[in-house]
């Protein structure tokens, strides 16, 4: 049998690689063929070869591996002994080595017998030298035994044994004297093993031992001896014995398929100790594999052509043939021995002399390199099989490529990124394997699409830097193409496709590298967009049941937003994206990246490659339409220039992806002076150096399809010649004989592909149509040969494939593609970081939610509901760290529609649909959970968040008490004593509604309440199932801690808090049609709470929400006639907002308190309804937040309402309360206040809705606060300036005027108790000033508005009152008589000096004069006269002692004079008592001597 270790494929990058080999074809093809009818032959020996590949168990055939500890000296002679023993035994057992043993003694003994025992002489004297033993000297025997024709099955397995036990005791190491020797000795003997078939189970078991040698020497540790040439034949022997053991069985077949698996193993691990070496040779400056590294294509070929020949099979002519190949001759017929590898015979002499140097040389890369191109090479066998859309490609058997491309994926698996350092190894992944990928993946067989998909999965993983289009055309003409279910794909395709684009998806950087390197790549298709687009339309199970494939693509859809949001990170910040556009016209083909390794250059560059690929796909698709109209707008755009080039053009031809190659096939065809320009540049662009010319057609006409008309294709073809001939003049002499050979392989072409065409052009034809056609002379005939066999086997195809959909891989097309793959910018490794996602995101994100969507709605299953969940949040995690609001927006409202919520259903109807609808249960979480974590960028979806709350509340299954602020804790309880609390739970369905939460003081409308209250039904008991749904229910609300959203609103940005609290308001004023007014007015107080609650929380922000809360409350307080429960919680609400904010907000207290006013217009009998509880938050807000008020405005708000209470029954004490906790030893009060409290004050000493005692204590108040005038008139003194102080001293005098002015009103109160202590207090206002510098214009006002004003009110009472009203009126008049008296007399030295001090005087008379003639009940009353002459009588007698009453002669207008005319009407008789005649005298005497002096 003959195979070769590197199978040749039928295209070679440099050279021609389209020549098919033939020879080597058959070989390969011929063996694959015998074996398929042998086993066929043999339907029981039919395996699944799945089975090799999956088996990684290493315990088969290992024998001694389980105790393979070196042994000593001793142990291992008699080891070496037993073996000895083994093998001998089992020849004497035979009739041929028992006969020649008995025969006569002088016959000479057989050398294979005579040689076992001379080694048994020598081991025991070897015990403990064996390091210094060479391992040939006790090998020999064994090795001499396994090649020997003589000896039968039996003998030359039990050899096999002792080999392999030695091996396994590792005897043989790399400290063993000449261990190379002994190991090649052993690959040699065992690869041209002899042995006499006698049955076909000794015959397996013989195999099965050949392969455990081969194995463990491959796995020795001193394996790394072996030369090149000899891992090359174990891996020939062991391949050999997996096409043998097809005709086999079953077991030998496994064995035989798992030990190749193990061989590729082991080598390939090795490679990345051969990049070790390979290092520590350059250092050394040894060349040795420095020259393994640049052999030239010819050399390359050495080794494997030597093996080729190795293992051709000599028999002789009586031999039989087995169908694999296989020499041997049956026992029952012959003698002859069957020949398992026969000694190399019809070796080419030169060809063994050139690798006998490589003979010897230890295994590393070259080694390497032929196995894979082997390995490679086995996919080649099916090239001539054409591939359409409807057949199976693969015409045989499928364990051919499933065999082959297990091999090859087991070595990429274990060599990993080693490769990319071994340049002939990297090429042969490049063009021969990644161009069989493209084909195989396209099998009918869904084990060798799954092969082929594990192999490109690790080629990514490995070495995607250097397979950029090739993964890119993998992806776009195999996976996105069967998964796409097109072209005929199975469903078990599809699912194999989508599971790799799945695991694809899950590999962390995948979706950015797409992204990167080709939808940001203006040559490259959009990947990464297409993959987005294809998972989530394969999501859509519509009309369908969920499948498999849904499922798939819904992880794979998953996969790519998890990876999105798992890269967002704080720690990590998005490079940010400049704002990008194009002023002024660039050349995009030039576009480069000065570093593709440092992400602060490379990002930029892909967001303006990908801004500009997006112009210029919006141009492909004007140029489609109108080509003209195209170029117009990538004019406009700046990607051409304003004056058209031919260059431009022509790149731009050349360099974009999605235009209409028939369009620019016709352009460049044309016979325009401008598009010949285009057509020559459009030719320089390609790079036509070292191909042959039929492959440089095919790169030439990819790009485009050559117009019909004859002229443009001459015009084409003649800029390709040119072109070609420049880069290639080494075959053809001149650009003619191009042009000319080039029209001849497009009729070759067109002949040989044509249906229409009967009669075929033949090789010969072709070399005789191309006579003499380069400059009069023959092409060589070789050359012409090749370019047939290329062409007739391979189509040009003239009608290429549009941009849109796959392309099939032809030859062609790959061609073109590893051409272009020498122009393409490199492959972008992206890192964990998120530079690119938010571009990404935009792309996937509508797809997504769309497709998420569908799934969600169209699927019952928990699982794929949970998985779709997931998705939602992803994207909701995504959208709002790239502040995608919009789209955020958009998933709210989406996920709402999902709820049953929103269903026009009764209380508990939708409570038992919600706890049957696991679907709506999951979108409502999702929906809360969103708001809870991404509330931040939310904005008009509060709308629909807060529809759903509200919903939740009509059904009863929100909390009491939603949403709380920040200090709900600290805040005491009030006792609203039947006033309805603003913290009613939730209504019920089976709750009725509320009575008014106005008090019924009446008796009959207490009895009526208990009568309604009697008669009302019992509310009927739930059922279990209502029971078990609202459980179910209230654990999802649970789980949606909706109380956070509102409770930790404090955290939002500041815009989506504003669109929460707009919802809100909106909410609360919507009434909803259908609906009763109660649950409108329920929804309105609810929606009100929340917002309150929203509010207090955000007290630091107060002014971004105030003026909408503000607006609502009113319009709520302002369109209230009837008490109601919304009324009362916008009014209790807008005084807890003042409590809490005042002692944060200085700077607002004003409009704080100014808010207030809404109080004061409230209805009367809303008003009434609430007063109490109205004074008690009033009161409350006082105590804690006197120290923050400081503004007259705040103050007139707080002492109006306070004032309101004081003629309510039940609010005035608190208000009382809270005016004396202000007022009380000037505790809080100001000058601000001072007044607005003094006015308060008055209104409780004249209600009489409270005991006369409170009267009393307020007039106290009132009097007390004389004493903050004092101490304000001394700090005034101290600490201010001149014109300050002044200022402030008329303030204060101002405001004690405004005191004594108050007092004095109430000093006509009906009650005689208050009326008589308010003049006492008006007494002591007046009397203790001593600290207050009040001015004598002050005191004559005080006089005039005050005392005067006083008794004349007095008096005016007595006359026209009735007593029963005023009862002793005369013991008022007597005190305010006193009080007058009082007060003159110590104003008396201050106000003597007055001008209108005789006016003064003369009113004071005036008053006593009036009071003498009142008369109470007709009478007059005896206390006033004699308290009047008394009084009069003391005021004269200081008025005459302090010098002020003394005679005069000024005339009748005299004070004297005025004086006694007055007291004559109210007493005659004290002008004798005051000054007597003699004193009279005297002073007349001395008025005379002291007017005559």
């Known amino acids: 049998m003959s195979f070769n270790i590197r199978a040749p494929s039928k295209w070679t990058t440099a050279s021609g690689r389209h020549a098919f080999q033939q020879k080597h074809m058959v070989r390969v093809l011929c063996a694959w063929v015998l074996v398929v009818v042998c086993r066929r032959s043999k339907p029981h020996l039919e395996i699944v070869f799945m089975g090799c590949l999956s088996d990684q168990s290493h315990s088969f055939g290992r024998g001694f591996d389980g105790c393979s500890s070196r042994p000593s000296g001793g142990a291992f002679a008699l080891t070496l002994n037993s073996e000895i023993g083994a093998v001998l035994t089992v020849m004497r057992r035979n009739v041929r080595w028992g006969v020649n043993y008995m025969a006569e003694d002088d016959q000479p003994e057989h050398s294979l017998i005579h040689s076992f025992k001379e080694l048994r002489k020598k081991i025991f004297m070897w015990q403990n030298q064996w390091r210094t033993i060479n391992p040939v000297l006790y090998l020999k025997p064994f090795l001499d035994v396994i090649q020997s024709d003589e000896t039968g099955a039996p003998i030359t397995g039990v050899a096999l044994s002792s080999i392999y036990k030695i091996l396994t005791l590792e005897v043989i190491d790399l400290d063993s004297v000449n261990v190379d020797e002994a190991l090649h000795l052993i690959v040699d003997a065992v690869t041209s093993c002899r042995f006499e078939v006698t049955d076909p189970a000794s015959e397996e078991v013989v195999l099965m031992k050949i392969l455990q040698v081969l194995l463990a020497c491959t796995k020795n540790k001193a394996s790394i001896k072996l030369s090149n040439q000899h891992v090359c034949n174990i891996v020939n022997a062991c391949f050999r014995v997996v096409h043998q053991a097809s005709s086999k069985g079953e077991l030998l077949q496994r064995i035989a398929r798992h030990t190749m698996h193990e061989l590729i193993r082991c080598i390939f691990t090795h490679l990345s100790h051969f990049d070790n070496i390979d290092k520590a040779n350059i250092r050394a400056g040894s060349s040795h594999v420095n020259n393994d590294e640049v052999v030239t294509p010819d050399e390359n070929h050495i080794i494997a052509n030597k093996l080729e020949d190795n293992g051709q099979v000599c028999s002789e002519s009586d031999d039989k043939t087995t169908p694999d190949g296989i020499a041997y001759v049956s026992r029952e017929t012959s003698e002859e021995e069957m020949d398992v590898n026969v000694v190399v015979h019809g070796q080419d002499k030169k060809i063994a002399q050139a690798g006998e140097d490589r003979k010897t040389e230890q295994y590393g890369v070259p080694c390497v390199v032929e196995i894979f191109e082997f390995l490679c090479s086995l996919l080649n066998v099916?090239?001539?099989?054409?591939?359409?859309?409807?057949?199976?490609?693969?015409?045989?058997?499928?364990?051919?490529?499933?065999?082959?491309?297990?091999?090859?994926?087991?070595?990429?698996?274990?060599?990993?990124?080693?490769?990319?350092?071994?340049?002939?190894?990297?090429?042969?992944?490049?063009?021969?394997?990644?161009?069989?990928?493209?084909?195989?993946?396209?099998?009918?067989?869904?084990?060798?699409?799954?092969?082929?998909?594990?192999?490109?999965?690790?080629?990514?993983?490995?070495?995607?830097?250097?397979?950029?289009?090739?993964?890119?055309?993998?992806?776009?003409?195999?996976?996105?193409?069967?998964?796409?279910?097109?072209?005929?794909?199975?469903?078990?395709?599809?699912?194999?496709?989508?599971?790799?684009?799945?695991?694809?998806?899950?590999?962390?950087?995948?979706?950015?590298?797409?992204?990167?390197?080709?939808?940001?790549?203006?040559?490259c298709g959009n990947v990464f967009e297409d993959l987005a687009n294809l998972l989530s339309k394969s999501a859509f199970p519509v009309n369908n049941p969920l499948s498999a494939m849904h499922v798939l693509a819904l992880d794979g859809l998953c996969a790519m937003i998890h990876g999105m949001a798992e890269r967002i990170s704080s720690d990590l910040p998005s490079l940010q994206q400049a704002s990008i556009g194009l002023t002024d016209y660039q050349s995009f083909w030039r576009l480069r990246c000065d570093n593709y390794d440092n992400p602060n250059e490379w990002v930029p560059f892909v967001h303006k490659t990908k801004f500009i690929k997006k112009k210029l796909m919006i141009g492909a698709e004007h140029f489609n339409r109108d080509p003209k109209k195209g170029l117009e707008y990538l004019q406009e755009v700046h990607l051409l220039p304003d004056k058209l080039d031919p260059q431009s053009v022509a790149c731009f031809f050349r360099f974009t992806t999605g235009l209409d190659k028939n369009h620019v096939g016709d352009y460049l065809g044309s016979h325009d002076e401008f598009c010949v320009q285009v057509l020559q540049e459009f030719a320089r662009t390609f790079d036509f150096e070292g191909m042959n010319l039929d492959i440089a057609l095919r790169v030439f006409l990819e790009t485009f399809k050559l117009p019909g008309e004859a002229q443009k294709i001459h015009r084409v073809l003649e800029a390709f010649a040119e072109r070609y001939y420049e880069q290639s003049p080494r075959v053809l002499c001149d650009k003619d004989a191009a042009l000319v050979l080039s029209y001849s392989i497009i009729m070759l072409n067109t002949d040989q592909h044509n249906a229409q065409v009967k009669k075929k052009m033949t090789e010969e034809d072709f070399i005789r149509n191309n006579r003499r056609i380069n400059g009069g002379n023959d092409l060589p005939r070789e050359y012409l040969s090749e370019l047939y066999h290329s062409i007739s086997e391979n189509e040009i195809r003239m009608t290429p494939e549009q941009a849109t959909g796959s392309p099939t891989m032809t030859p062609s097309h790959w061609v073109g593609l590893m051409h272009k793959s020498k122009q393409t910018a490199p492959f972008i490794s992206c890192d964990s970081r998120d530079q690119l996602d938010p571009d990404m995101f935009s792309i996937l994100s509508g797809p997504a939610i769309a497709a998420l969507s569908v799934v969600f709605d169209n699927v019952v299953q928990e699982d794929a509901l949970q998985t779709c969940v997931g998705g939602f949040l992803g994207v909701a995690r995504i959208a709002a760290s790239y502040h995608f609001n919009d789209l955020l927006n958009d998933l709210?409202?989406?996920?709402?529609?999902?709820?049953?919520?929103?269903?026009?259903?009764?209380?508990?109807?939708?409570?038992?649909?919600?706890?049957?609808?696991?679907?709506?249960?999951?979108?409502?979480?999702?929906?809360?959970?969103?708001?809870?974590?991404?509330?931040?960028?939310?904005?008009?979806?509060?709308?629909?968040?807060?529809?759903?709350?509200?919903?939740?509340?009509?059904?009863?299954?929100?909390?009491?008490?939603?949403?709380?602020?920040?200090?709900?804790?600290?805040?005491?309880?009030?006792?609203?004593?039947?006033?309805?609390?603003?913290?009613?739970?939730?209504?019920?369905?089976?709750?009725?509604?509320?009575?008014?939460?106005?008090?019924?003081?009446?008796?009959?409308?207490?009895?009526?309440?208990?009568?309604?209250?009697?008669?009302?039904?019992?509310?009927?008991?739930?059922?279990?199932?209502?029971?078990?749904?609202?459980?179910?229910?209230l654990q999802m609300v649970q789980k949606c801690q909706i109380n956070s959203i509102f409770s930790e609103s404090k955290f939002l940005q500041a815009d989506s808090l504003s669109q929460l609290v707009q919802a809100l308001i909106s909410a609360a004023g919507r009434s909803d049609k259908g609906v009763n007014v109660q649950e409108n007015e329920e929804t309105a107080v609810f929606c009100l709470e929340l917002l309150i609650a929203v509010t207090l929380n955000n007290r630091d922000r107060i002014m971004l929400l105030w003026q909408g809360v503000y607006e609502h409350i009113t319009d709520v307080v302002q369109s209230a006639v009837m008490p109601c429960t919304l009324v009362e919680k916008a009014v209790f609400g807008l005084l807890r907002i003042c409590q809490r904010l005042l002692p944060y907000k200085e700077n607002l207290t004003d409009e704080l308190l100014k808010s207030l006013q809404l109080v004061l217009k409230l209805d009367a009998r809303v008003a009434d309804a609430y007063c109490e509880h109205i004074t008690q938050e009033v009161m409350r807000l006082v105590k804690t937040n006197a120290m923050q008020i400081r503004s007259h405005a705040g103050w007139r708000t707080i002492t109006s309402l306070l004032s309101i209470t004081a003629r309510h029954p039940e609010a005035s004490e608190v208000g009382f309360e809270t005016l004396e906790f202000i007022m009380a030893d000037g505790a809080h009060l100001m000058p601000a206040n001072f007044v607005l409290c003094i006015n308060a004050s008055k209104q409780f000493a004249e209600s009489r809705v409270g005991n006369v005692d409170r009267s009393r204590r307020s007039l106290d108040l009132m009097s007390g606060s004389v004493i903050c005038l004092v101490s304000w008139s001394l700090k005034t003194n101290e600490a201010m300036g001149e014109e300050a102080a002044s200022r402030m001293k008329q303030d204060i005098g101002e405001m004690w005027l405004r005191l004594v002015q108050g007092v004095r009103k109430v000093c006509s109160d009906p009650r005689e108790e208050v009326r008589n202590h308010a003049i006492l207090m008006l007494q002591r206002s007046l009397i203790g000033v001593d600290g207050i510098d009040l001015q004598n214009e002050l005191w004559l006002q005080c006089f005039d508005q005050v005392i005067f004003t006083l008794l004349d009110d007095l008096l005016e009472i007595v006359k026209e009152s009735s007593p029963k009203d005023y009862r002793n009126m005369e013991g008022s008049l007597v005190l305010s008589l006193k009080l007058l008296s009082k007060l003159f007399l110590q104003l008396l030295q201050r106000i003597s000096q007055l001008k209108t001090f005789s006016k003064l005087w003369l009113e004071v008379l005036n008053c006593f004069e009036r009071c003498m003639k009142v008369k109470f009940r007709g009478k007059r009353c005896e206390k006033i006269h004699e308290l009047v002459p008394e009084l009069l009588k003391n005021t004269l007698l200081v008025m005459k002692t302090s010098g002020v009453l003394v005679p005069d002669d000024n005339g009748e207008d005299s004070l004297w004079q005025l004086t006694w005319l007055h007291v004559k009407d109210i007493a005659p008789s004290l002008h004798l008592e005051i000054f007597p005649a003699n004193e009279m005298k005297q002073l007349q005497s001395n008025d005379t001597e002291t007017g005559g002096n």
Not at 485 to 499: D, I, L
Not at 996 to 1008: D, E, I, K, W
């Open 892 to 1033: 709210v409202v989406s996920l709402c529609k999902f709820t049953t919520l929103m269903l026009p259903l009764s209380g508990e109807e939708s409570v038992i649909m919600l706890a049957d609808d696991i679907r709506a249960r999951m979108a409502t979480e999702a929906i809360f959970t969103i708001a809870n974590r991404y509330g931040d960028y939310i904005h008009s979806g509060w709308k629909n968040i807060l529809d759903c709350v509200l919903s939740l509340h009509k059904i009863g299954l929100l909390p009491a008490r939603l949403a709380s602020d920040a200090t709900n804790d600290l805040e005491p309880p009030l006792n609203t004593e039947g006033v309805k609390s603003a913290s009613t739970s939730s209504p019920s369905p089976l709750t009725l509604a509320s009575a008014t939460s106005r008090r019924s003081y009446s008796l009959m409308g207490r009895f009526s309440q208990l009568l309604y209250f009697d008669t009302e039904e019992p509310a009927p008991q739930p059922s279990e199932e209502q029971l078990a749904a609202h459980q179910v229910c």
């Open 382 to 523: 099916i090239e001539n099989i054409e591939v359409s859309s409807k057949s199976n490609p693969i015409a045989y058997d499928e364990d051919v490529p499933l065999f082959a491309l297990g091999l090859i994926n087991s070595a990429i698996e274990l060599s990993g990124a080693s490769i990319q350092h071994h340049p002939k190894l990297l090429v042969l992944i490049q063009d021969d394997l990644f161009f069989n990928l493209t084909r195989f993946g396209l099998s009918m067989s869904p084990l060798i699409l799954s092969t082929v998909c594990s192999i490109v999965l690790n080629l990514y993983h490995h070495l995607r830097m250097k397979l950029k289009l090739q993964l890119e055309a993998f992806f776009s003409s195999v996976l996105l193409r069967i998964a796409k279910s097109k072209y005929g794909a199975s469903y078990q395709q599809q699912e194999v496709a989508m599971e790799t684009l799945v695991d694809l998806c899950r590999q962390p950087t995948f979706m950015s590298e797409m992204y990167a390197n080709y939808d940001c790549d203006i040559s």
